[in-house]
């Protein structure tokens, strides 16, 4: 809201430097966003909230001032002009929506001459931003931005007849605005009609049949209370927002519209109109102002801070708000029309704690009666999943939540994307059921800007529908391209490869104990053929890793390989991981056994483990594929397997004849099972 | 006796003399011979001529010569070490040369500041709450006292659910304040931290979605002075002991009274009329908090006859950016690693 320092001095007296209104708005709430200078006037920029519609106009400022100053405000006086006709022989008013229209005023100003405002009056609308159009409209929307009450004036001529009706509008009736918008209105749509056709959209913008133009000689003037509900449900679906009905619909002063009509008629005078006699005031059932009761004692309670009694009773005196201290510890308070904010006891605290000063309020500290949960375990483990993954060289990113139809296209799953009615763009219309798209588009972006590696992971939600809930799961993300690491002269460059991505899966869950994780050769929509593993934790999937299928790849404009995975990691952290064990470190020696196979190049490593890893061999600590190769000296079809075996006893050291006869048993069961040779050369320590 | 004590000295100089010219180890070995020699050594004999001292003299003597062959001991070893070191061969490299890295990943910004925010609010004897980003229009607005059609609801432009009118993207995290309470009695005191949604479109300082930490405190004889002392406390700590902080009043629906906290700008100190960063004013918005609103309580069931709270909402993008003084709040959402990789030194 803009307010003009020079017509907030016809409200209040204001002898202070800027800087010193601005401190005193802001310490009441009132937040000076930008302050300038025009035309000799000082223009300050004030926010407003939603529940105080009576600030938006200078009066409404210069009330809070006058509180915050102990200063009255000044006495205003809207003299007229009256002709001897009577305003009801010239109008009939029925209201017959009265629940969405409780008070309408009337008056009739005869013989105006439309024509340009003074300067003064279009100067101050400059200062708040409203340009000049004729005087009769600027006169509207000076008493507005003077009062925040809304006035509208009709072309009396253009009206069918005496009759002005409030009513709902009919199915389908038209109506056209004042800037030649049509409209279809509907039956939940509060009119202004004359005898023939609705002339102004209730509270919200004038009809363009019955506007002020410079033929103009007689004007009708409306001021009216319309109710909030009424004005912001069909400027809502009109998409229709004025100056008009963002007040109404916020609420407006009941009691105001009689005094906004003589204000608006007294201007109209000085342009050579006469004003008929006797307001038009329907108001079959006045309000009474709202009773609240304010204890004392709960002023301390809720602030924290003893505010003496006078003290509480001049700041609502000083707001206009009656004040009735008959019964000892509390008030009843009288709560002024314009103040609709003001409903409840604590809605009159904050009235006490404004004009107290919140700097006035102490800062202590609660006491803490009793401890608060301790983190969850799943906290931890995501944190420690976190430094597991730096410690592997991939960054952490945050995608936006969403994902465009194009995103779902690539990387459709069996997930029901959950789409938004109201999507800020296309590229974000779905909520993503998978962090993928995003981290693809992260890699395409880097190395588009010269990164010659990108590795990165992000930890967060995707979204679905299972039935009919929306559905939102932890899912973990990774990504891997290009160098390992920035160049260095010592040592030859390192690509990532798919086993850099396994080895940190592996190394993740094994550090997080969700123990044993097995991977299962299949195909996986996104990855290319062969080169994708399903990931299960006992038995249940929980994600995959691949090669980014070169289709998918291309979509994002990515040609060079790129290494996926994702984990669905919200119901791992449902699950409890093993739980961690504390071993003494034995203190016998090892024995250690390095041998060498040839193996059919066909057959999965995997199987080679879990046989190994199911038999019983007795004091075997571990064992390692050491090294794999093929070439001139390895026969066609097969593969060289060098294992290394480490043996160990806890409570003594093994005997090598012991650990022969071991190895002999590793080494037939290896030959029978999957044909194992013995490689030449492969030692056998005997 | 003084004869043998002035021995002692010539000896101990002597060998500091001879122990200056020795370059190799055969000549080390002749000067350990020469003063340690189990039979012609120096310090032997000084050892034999005790034997002509008095009873009382003997210790005296004996210590100093102890000492004399300790001193002897060590410089030997200290040049034999010497010796080896100066003898070992190491291929010559240009040590110069950069040292190698361990490609270490890099923390996101947000997610960092976020535990630090956290972790402040742990040792104040906070909890960490979540909940839900696709709310039900009642967590989200009304029980949050927000009546339907009321034009504060405008202030949060909201994103929703296409096929449910009932569903929508959460405006901001107090869903979890509502949800919190209707788990648990109080006292509760805690924080929620996550992501928000607004439909807005993208420019440097509005996204379409962002993250927010709220925090909320309800017991018996909770007071404005609470939240007052709790947010100095918190925003102390998070800043630096010096800032300076304001408290203005403002309207939220769901708390009564309710304030905008302000800090003093911590770049020009308020001190620069044209500062980019505060316009000007010396103060910089950073927090909205307020009294629990009593019909946010009656919604969950809570007495707010005797139960009083204070709940209070910081951004945590628009937090890092002032901290970080980071320009353009897309930045976070790039993911350029030339961005987050400056984070590892945070």
Redesign the interface.
């Known amino acids: 809201m803009r307010i003009s320092l020079d017509w907030l001095k016809d409200f209040i007296e204001l002898d202070m430097s800027p800087d010193k209104l601005i401190q005193v708005l802001?310490?009441?709430?009132l937040?000076v966003d930008e302050v300038s200078e025009a035309e000799g006037d000082l223009i300050l920029e004030i926010e407003t909230?939603?529940?105080?519609p009576d600030t938006l106009g200078h009066l409404g400022i210069a009330r809070e001032l006058s509180a915050a100053l102990g200063q009255p405000l000044k006495e205003q006086q809207w003299p007229v002009t009256e002709t001897s006709e009577k305003t009801e022989d010239i109008i009939d008013v029925q209201v017959f929506v009265e629940e969405l229209c409780p008070r309408y005023c009337g008056l009739v100003v005869r013989g105006v001459k439309v024509g340009p405002s003074p300067e003064w009056m279009q100067r101050r609308l400059r200062a708040v931003g409203i340009k000049s159009i004729n005087n009769v409209v600027d006169v509207t929307n000076y008493v507005l931005y003077a009062t925040a009450q809304p006035i509208h004036a009709f072309d009396l001529a253009k009206l069918a007849g005496p009759k002005i009706i409030i009513r709902q509008a009919k199915k389908d009736e038209s109506f056209r605005t004042l800037d030649g918008t049509e409209l279809k209105l509907s039956p939940e749509m509060m009119v202004i009609a004359d005898e023939q056709k609705p002339v102004a959209l209730a509270g919200i913008v004038g009809g363009e049949n019955s506007a002020v133009t410079e033929d103009t000689r007689d004007v009708f003037i409306e001021c009216a209370y319309f109710e909030?509900?009424s004005v912001?449900?069909t400027a809502k679906r009109l998409g229709l927002q004025t100056d008009a009905s963002y007040r109404f619909?916020?609420g407006t002063d009941i009691s105001f519209p009689p005094q906004g009509a003589w204000m608006v008629a007294s201007l109209l005078c000085q342009f050579g109109g006469k004003v008929t006699r006797g307001l038009l005031d329907i108001y079959p059932h006045p309000r009474k102002k709202r009773t609240l009761i304010l204890r004392h004692h709960r002023v301390h309670?809720?602030?924290?801070?003893e505010i003496p009694a006078e003290k509480i009773e001049s700041t609502f005196r000083a707001l206009q708000f009656g004040v009735d201290a008959t019964q000892p510890g509390s008030w009843k308070i009288l709560v002024p029309y314009h103040r609709v904010d003001i409903e409840?006891?604590?809605?009159l605290?904050?009235e006490v704690?404004?004009f107290y000063g919140?700097?006035q309020?102490?800062?202590?500290?609660?006491p803490?009666?009793?401890?608060?949960?301790?983190?969850s375990p799943a906290?931890k483990t995501i944190q420690r999943m976190?430094s597991i993954?730096?410690?592997?060289?991939?960054?952490?990113?945050?995608?936006?939540?969403?994902m465009s139809e194009e995103d779902e296209a690539c990387f459709a799953s069996s997930r029901r994307a959950?789409?938004?009615?109201?999507?800020?763009?296309s590229r974000?219309a779905l909520?993503r059921t998978t962090l993928l798209p995003g981290l693809i588009n992260?890699v395409a972006?880097?190395l588009n800007?010269g990164?010659e590696?990108?590795?990165?992971?992000e930890w967060?939600?995707i979204?679905f529908w299972k039935n009919d809930d929306?559905r939102?799961h932890l899912s973990l993300g990774l990504v891997s391209t290009g160098l390992?690491?920035?160049k260095?002269?010592?040592?030859p460059q390192e690509k990532s490869d798919f086993f850099r991505l396994k080895g940190a899966v592996e190394a993740l869950f094994s550090l997080l104990r969700y123990e044993p994780i097995n991977f299962l050769e299949e195909e996986h929509p996104w990855c290319e053929k062969g080169v994708s593993l399903i990931v299960s934790y006992k038995g249940e999937p929980i994600g995959f890793l691949g090669l980014l299928r070169q289709e998918i790849g291309r979509k994002y404009a990515l040609k060079q390989d790129v290494w996926i995975a994702e984990f669905d990691m919200g119901y791992l952290l449902a699950k409890q991981p093993r739980a961690f064990r504390f071993q003494s470190v034995v203190k016998y020696p090892a024995v250690i056994r390095d041998v060498s196979f040839l193996v059919d190049s066909n057959l999965p490593y995997q199987q080679v483990q879990g046989f190994l890893e199911k038999r019983e061999i007795p004091w075997l600590e571990k064992f390692e594929l050491y090294d794999r190769f093929t070439g001139a000296s390895i026969p066609r079809g097969k593969v060289s397997l060098s294992f290394r075996f480490v043996f160990r006893h806890p409570e003594r050291t093994l005997e090598a004849e012991e650990v022969d006869g071991f190895m002999e048993r590793i080494i037939r069961a290896l030959k029978t099972e999957f044909g194992f040779q013995l490689r030449e050369g492969g030692k056998i320590d005997k | 006796m003084e004869e043998l004590q002035e021995k002692i000295k010539q000896y101990q100089l002597k060998f500091d003399e001879a122990a200056k010219n020795v370059k190799s180890p055969n000549e080390l070995q002749e000067l350990r011979v020469q003063f340690l020699g189990r039979k012609r050594g120096y310090l032997t004999k000084l050892i034999d001529s005790l034997r002509d001292l008095s009873p009382e003299e003997r210790p005296l003597i004996g210590k100093e010569i102890n000492e004399l062959k300790k001193y002897i001991t060590s410089r030997l070893e200290e040049i034999n070490q010497n010796l080896a070191a100066e003898t070992r061969k190491t291929p010559r490299i240009d040590i110069t040369?950069?040292g190698?890295?361990?490609?270490?990943?890099?923390?996101?910004p947000?997610?960092k500041f976020q535990e630090e925010i956290e972790n402040i609010f742990?040792q104040?004897?906070?909890?960490?709450e979540d909940g839900?980003?696709?709310e039900t229009d009642y967590y989200n607005f009304e029980a949050l006292n927000f009546p339907p059609?009321?034009?504060?609801r405008?202030?949060w432009d909201t994103?929703?659910?296409?096929?449910?009118d009932d569903?929508l993207?959460r405006t901001h995290t107090s869903p979890v304040q509502i949800r919190a309470m209707e788990k648990r009695k109080p006292?509760i005191?805690?924080i929620i931290p996550g992501?928000v949604?607004r439909?807005?479109?993208?420019d440097p300082t509005h996204?379409?979605?962002f993250f927010q930490v709220e925090g909320l405190?309800v017991?018996v004889?909770?007071?404005?002075?609470?939240l007052?002392?709790?947010l100095?406390?918190f925003l102390r700590r998070l800043f630096s002991e010096r800032i300076k902080i304001?408290?203005?009043?403002?309207?939220f629906?769901f708390t009564?009274?309710?304030?905008?906290v302000d800090i003093s700008c911590t770049v020009c100190l308020g001190e620069d009329k044209e500062c980019r960063v505060c316009r000007g004013s010396g103060w910089i918005e950073i927090l909205g908090a307020g009294?629990v609103?009593?019909?946010v309580l009656k919604n969950v069931n809570i007495d707010p006859e005797k139960y009083?709270g204070f709940a209070f909402g910081m951004g945590i993008d628009r937090t890092a950016m002032f901290v970080y003084q980071i320009s353009d709040m897309r930045s976070?959402?790039?993911?350029?690693?030339?961005f987050?990789?400056q984070f590892l030194k945070q």
């Open positions: 802001n310490s009441i709430g937040v909230y939603a529940n105080r909030p509900i912001r449900q619909e916020r309670e809720l602030l924290g801070v409840r006891e604590a809605d605290i904050e704690a404004r919140y700097d309020i102490p800062a202590t500290f609660p803490l009666k009793q401890l608060e949960p301790p983190p906290k976190r993954l730096f410690h592997y060289g991939f960054n952490e990113v945050l995608n936006f939540s969403f959950v789409r938004l009615r109201n999507p800020v763009s974000s909520m992260n972006y880097n800007r990164a590696g990108v590795h990165l992971f967060g939600k979204y929306a939102e390992m690491a920035a260095h002269w010592s040592s | 040369l950069p190698k890295t361990i490609p270490l990943g890099a923390p996101h947000i997610v742990y104040m004897g906070f909890s960490v839900p980003e696709i059609h009321h034009p504060a405008d202030d994103i929703y659910i296409e096929g449910r569903l993207l006292p005191r805690i992501r949604f439909k807005e479109t993208p996204l379409p979605m405190v017991d004889g909770i007071t404005f002075a609470h007052k002392g709790t100095e406390s304001r408290f203005r009043p403002s309207f629906p009564e009274p309710s304030a905008e009294m609103d009593p019909q009083s976070f959402y790039e993911n350029d690693l030339r987050l990789r």
